[in-house]
């Protein structure tokens, strides 16, 4: 038999034998698929976007759960401050080959956490505890919290991010007041290097930040791209960038030098924590008071910010931030 084989035949025989001892349970996950694992869970492999999945994790106190690293293409500075021993994990992905099965087997995970479903059914296949995560609708992360409070008896947690996450939205509306469309600024997130504008998320955010979003038409697509022509007619007067040096060529464009935000310098990268706020992360509720401090700054102060972030962190991380920590956060990410 070929060590492959018979990984995937010891793993099923655990299984077995839990299962006989009733140690088992059966959950739903987001894609209706039913999967058994372990009671207990203390190895948790993440696969697809790692650092989205870890932060989830992360906000369980599970850090050192995690029994895989991040793919070097993936990898984020914070994710490290966060969770130190990530550094030392074997890595089980890469966007050149793909998925190391036999090294994900190797890892004994109770618990494969994904968001693509091609990758659960293979994993299923072989016998592997992969649950499906979905969030595509800004609460979809309320359900998935909720999932995985269930997964890692720890629904207290959940219960309580999601309290937070509606405070801290209720609060920065309250805060902000009615803001009328003709006032809000005109907005534009956009991956510059490839003129699109990456993420659907970002048409959530940036309303609930007092913003009007440019390519906010109601979309179904994740991505929309658009020419260089296109930006310059919609004049957006902020622009949200991804890296330092995405800003850097924006800032560079002769093209560009009439557009509002480059001319009034208002072209900000989005910082970078667990993962970047301007993409799906569980640092959602601070992304939407960035994007209030920068679109009303004489409303929402970068001492209150600040003030959230550290009381963020320290709540669901379990870390206090330096005032340095929380800078370079905020300065978001070097870039290429």
Not at 79 to 97: E, G, H, N, Y
Request: proline fraction near 6%; charged fraction near 25%; aromatic fraction near 8%.
């Amino acid at each position: 038999m070929s060590s492959h084989l018979l990984r995937i035949v010891c793993f099923a025989v655990v299984l077995l034998v839990s299962a006989v001892a009733g140690e088992c349970r059966t959950i739903v996950d987001m894609d209706g698929r039913s999967v058994t694992l372990p009671e207990k869970i203390s190895r948790i492999v993440t696969l697809g976007p790692v650092p989205v999945l870890n932060g989830f994790l992360f906000a369980f106190g599970r850090q050192q759960s995690i029994v895989n690293g991040l793919p070097s293409e993936l990898a984020r500075k914070f994710q490290f401050v966060f969770a130190p021993d990530l550094a030392k994990r074997p890595i089980v992905q890469s966007s050149a080959s793909g998925l190391a099965t036999e090294d994900i087997i190797a890892l004994r995970p109770d618990l494969v956490l994904t968001m693509d479903r091609a990758t659960t059914d293979k994993l299923g296949s072989l016998g592997l505890p992969a649950v499906l995560l979905k969030w595509r609708e800004p609460d979809d992360i309320k359900r998935l919290m909720a999932l995985l409070g269930d997964i890692l008896d720890q629904k207290s947690v959940a219960a309580d991010y999601v309290r937070y996450f509606d405070a801290t939205l209720a609060r920065i509306a309250a805060t902000l007041g009615p803001v009328e469309a003709s006032t809000r600024p005109r907005v534009l997130y956009v991956n510059y290097r490839r003129l699109t504008q990456p993420h659907r998320i970002a048409e959530w955010w940036i309303p609930h930040g007092g913003g009007r979003s440019l390519t906010d038409d109601g979309r179904d697509q994740e991505s929309v791209t658009f020419s260089l022509e296109q930006m310059i007619a919609w004049d957006p007067q902020v622009l949200i960038v991804a890296d330092r040096g995405e800003r850097d060529l924006a800032m560079a464009e002769p093209r560009l030098r009439d557009v509002a935000a480059v001319r009034d310098k208002r072209v900000h990268v989005a910082p970078a924590g667990a993962h970047l706020w301007a993409n799906r992360t569980i640092e959602q509720p601070l992304t939407v008071l960035w994007a209030a401090s920068i679109l009303h700054p004489e409303t929402f102060s970068r001492a209150m910010l600040e003030s959230e972030m550290q009381s963020f962190y320290d709540r669901f991380f379990h870390i206090s931030l330096s005032k340095e920590q929380l800078d370079e956060i905020l300065a978001g990410s070097p870039g290429r």
